[in-house]
């Protein structure tokens, strides 16, 4: 069965495209049977985008833009449960310790199915959006790949420790704008051992690992994450999810068909999906409730027979960010 657990609209994402109900009905069309919406969480003044910024954006408008997807998300889910099952969530922006405050409040006033948590920034900077802000926050790490990666996963283990997140997002995103963002991120000793830990963190509490397709559509020629960090992963006992992180219906289940090829390739044999929401506003329980899936019945899927899959869509986004 096809299902994404990471999604977003140019309603509510400056750098996306179509409404929310087009991307719903662009999931159903594509015979997606489980479909998280999770559009950004809002960000302090300080951390809005270019692209945000030019379009007059401020802090107190992306809460009350936020508030409306909650709102609009609500009518969909409820409109189109005959043809898809909706999750409500967001994809939380971990960029310092006072982002802690920021999540809490958006949990507890809200009710959500699931979150994703991701980390977009290293010293405030952020490190996806384009090549030169990258290079900003490769200098305050001390000028190398090697510093910005370690740095990165350091903050990625406070962001899973304070949270905890269901399902983690693009885990390997700092490759993508560095200077080999196809090489082995495991051949450097002390980012291998940032890595094992954040993995046994992860598995520990019972999170998920987000497979993304994302990577691939971006030009990048594995999926997030690598697949030394996924067979690392599943040597220690982890679980993956599926998610096209999709910012427009064209990218809805983009490239899944390699997706799943690597799947195979790497040694997945089963694939999670939500079942279930919402988890407990006390973030150290969740009660979401996910079902697995062999890989061997997704390729049978008139998803993977019907829908073309497997296309270069980076034209339709402006800005690279995730």
Not at 77 to 84: G, N, V
Not at 228 to 234: A, E, K, R
Not at 277 to 303: M, T, Y
Request: aromatic residues 10%.
């Amino acid at each position: 069965m096809p299902f994404s657990h990471h999604s977003h609209s140019g309603q509510y994402c400056s750098h996306g495209k179509n409404t929310l109900e087009e991307v719903v009905q662009g999931a159903i069309e594509k015979k997606m049977q489980v479909f998280a919406l999770t559009e950004h969480m809002p960000r302090e003044q300080d951390d809005l985008y270019p692209d945000e910024i030019e379009a007059l954006q401020t802090q107190e408008t992306l809460i009350e833009l936020f508030d409306a997807y909650i709102m609009e998300a609500t009518r969909l889910q409820t409109a189109y449960a005959p043809e898809i099952k909706i999750f409500i969530g967001l994809e939380i922006d971990w960029i310092r310790p006072s982002s802690t405050r920021w999540i809490r409040d958006l949990l507890e006033t809200h009710r959500f199915d699931l979150f994703v948590g991701s980390v977009h920034h290293v010293h405030t900077i952020p490190i996806d959006y384009d090549r030169e802000m990258y290079v900003e926050a490769r200098g305050r790490s001390g000028g190398t790949d090697k510093q910005l990666f370690e740095d990165y996963f350091d903050l990625q283990f406070e962001m899973i420790q304070a949270l905890k997140p269901p399902v983690v997002g693009h885990f390997d995103l700092i490759r993508l704008k560095s200077d080999e963002p196809n090489a082995d991120c495991l051949r450097w000793d002390t980012l291998r051992q940032k890595i094992s830990r954040n993995l046994d963190f992860i598995i520990g509490y019972g999170g998920l690992l987000e497979l993304s397709s994302a990577a691939l559509r971006k030009g990048l020629s594995e999926p997030y994450p690598a697949k030394s960090i996924c067979q690392m992963y599943l040597a220690k006992g982890g679980q993956f999810t599926v998610s096209d992180d999709c910012h427009s219906i064209e990218q809805i289940g983009a490239n899944y068909d390699q997706l799943l090829e690597f799947a195979e390739e790497t040694g997945i044999e089963t694939w999670n999906y939500l079942t279930e929401g919402p988890f407990s506003n006390d973030l150290s329980s969740s009660k979401i409730q996910f079902s697995s899936i062999r890989i061997a019945e997704v390729k049978d899927h008139q998803f993977f027979k019907e829908v073309p899959l497997s296309v270069d869509l980076q034209r339709y986004i402006p800005a690279p960010s995730s």
